[in-house]
């Protein structure tokens, strides 16, 4: 059968710069193809590159050659999702659509009847989409089975996502964790599926059964990246790399031999000193940490099952070893007070050096701070919530006024200032602009790093603002700290 899968390019990403790749949707192209159908996979951004003032021809001319229609992605996606499934019918009232992903998996009945699709699929699509294209499947909402081995599944279609196009694009500005490369070619990966955690402000769209793929597997898979692609940085896109360390050690050893800079996320709890050690050895240079706060109260009511303890050993361990840090403080729990927000805001103060971004909880859909303001009234009407982009809920223990100020107000601490010591322009870059090549001075060991083609376009780099956008934040090649310059 023919078949598109696309994925829609999404607002928060100007065309040419730096996106997350959406490996869901070339997992199901892969599991597609496998089975011998015609797929077009469409990854709107690359396709907007390549066809330009004609890219609205040759999507319809594309849709026109197609039967179904496949699409998904998060709730935060709603507005792509939509206007592509509006233009699709446009062009062909007849095609099949089907929809999945956390849009769907989050509040089926809703975004069923919301997108008008005719068929939806709540939870891993790989195995059950092919029942669904054979006919086998006829329910409109499609409640899929948990996928037990994982190693079964096909590798994401890299081709069709043209990660070649998305690589030759790539600059040591583009990411929070590129800055170690000049010339990065970074591709995300997965070793494990769901997690066995049940945070409150977290949903996670492919169940909540834990699994991990085998060591042969997940390595099948970057040595294809490698030699294939030509990779030198790999995100390990996981919400829990690991459950236990053995595999942990596994993982490190496989990475050391694969000579690639890496990056993933991790508890707190287990990120001890000889831990990150041996990440560090095996070339991690950066961890994202579940912090989210510092007040046990608050840490509990988020269900972290972690405790303000453990977030500062694992910070300091970090640090001392020379990893590089993520992570998040998140106001506006439900059980948050003014004086545990203030409280916060002085933790962060005085640990500046770690570079954690403030941010706001979302209720986003499926979590269980969403179904707990939806049953309390917070949230009067799910689809407009949605459509307004999840926006902050005010907790009833709060002092709004008091709060915004407070928080304004320790902003002006967020500036980790590094010296720039050197700045030679280099070439104009299509998308981004003026590039650089440029020489910093670390705030924190005083190493000069020299980055090429470095740009500081809106969005780059991530991380402070410099106090009132005029600054930008980047990891220093030495000692993995990020720090703040001006150009």
Not at 338 to 357: Q, S
Not at 419 to 442: A, E, H, M, N, P
Request: hydrophobic share 35%; proline share 3%.
């Amino acid at each position: 059968m023919n078949i598109i899968v696309m994925a829609p390019k999404t607002r928060y990403n100007n065309l040419g710069e730096f996106y997350d790749l959406p490996l869901g949707l070339a997992y199901i192209s892969s599991a597609l193809r496998k089975h011998g159908h015609n797929v077009a996979f469409v990854n709107e951004h690359e396709q907007m590159i390549i066809h330009g003032d004609n890219y609205t021809n040759w999507l319809n001319a594309t849709i026109s050659r197609n039967e179904v229609f496949c699409i998904g992605g998060l709730s935060s996606h709603y507005h792509e999702i939509k206007r592509l499934i509006n233009h699709v019918k446009s062009v062909k009232p007849d095609i099949k659509i089907i929809v999945g992903g956390g849009i769907i998996s989050s509040e089926p009945e809703l975004m069923s009847a919301e997108l008008g699709c005719d068929q939806c699929v709540v939870g891993e699509g790989e195995d059950v989409i092919i029942d669904i294209i054979s006919g086998k499947i006829k329910d409109k909402i499609v409640y899929a089975k948990t996928i037990t081995d994982i190693d079964s599944i096909s590798f994401p279609d890299y081709d069709g996502l043209l990660v070649n196009n998305y690589l030759d694009r790539q600059l040591c500005g583009d990411c929070y964790y590129f800055y170690q490369v000049d010339k990065p070619r970074a591709l995300p990966i997965i070793s494990s599926r769901s997690c066995p955690f049940r945070c409150s402000f977290c949903f996670s769209p492919i169940g909540k059964k834990y699994r991990q793929r085998s060591i042969e597997n997940l390595c099948t898979e970057i040595e294809m990246l490698k030699s294939k692609y030509n990779i030198n940085i790999l995100a390990i896109c996981d919400e829990l790399i690991s459950l236990d360390t053995e595999r942990l050690e596994k993982i490190c050893a496989a990475l050391k031999r694969f000579d690639v800079k890496w990056t993933t996320q991790m508890r707190v709890s287990q990120a001890t000193e000889p831990i990150l050690r041996m990440m560090k050895d095996s070339g991690c240079i950066n961890i994202s940490f579940g912090i989210e706060h510092v007040n046990d109260t608050v840490l509990n009511s988020m269900r972290k099952k972690t405790t303000r303890a453990q977030i500062e050993n694992a910070l300091s361990a970090a640090h001392d070893v020379g990893m590089g840090i993520q992570g998040n403080i998140l106001f506006g729990d439900p059980a948050e007070t003014y004086e545990m927000l203030a409280d916060a805001l002085v933790w962060w103060k005085n640990n500046i050096r770690y570079g954690l971004n403030l941010s706001r909880v979302s209720a986003y859909p499926g979590t269980e701070i969403y179904k707990k303001y939806v049953e309390s009234g917070k949230i009067p009407d799910k689809m407009e919530f949605i459509k307004q982009n999840c926006p902050f809920i005010i907790p009833t223990s709060y002092d709004f006024n008091k709060s915004e100020n407070i928080i304004a107000d320790f902003k002006n601490y967020n500036n980790l200032p590094a010296q720039v010591v050197s700045k030679v322009k280099t070439k104009i870059d299509k998308y981004r602009g003026q590039l650089y090549d440029v020489g910093i001075k670390c705030f924190h060991c005083n190493h000069i790093s020299n980055y090429v083609d470095l740009y500081v376009g809106a969005g780059s780099h991530g991380g402070s603002d410099m106090n009132n956008g005029h600054g930008y934040r980047i990891g220093c090649k030495h000692c993995n700290q990020r720090t703040d310059f001006r150009l």
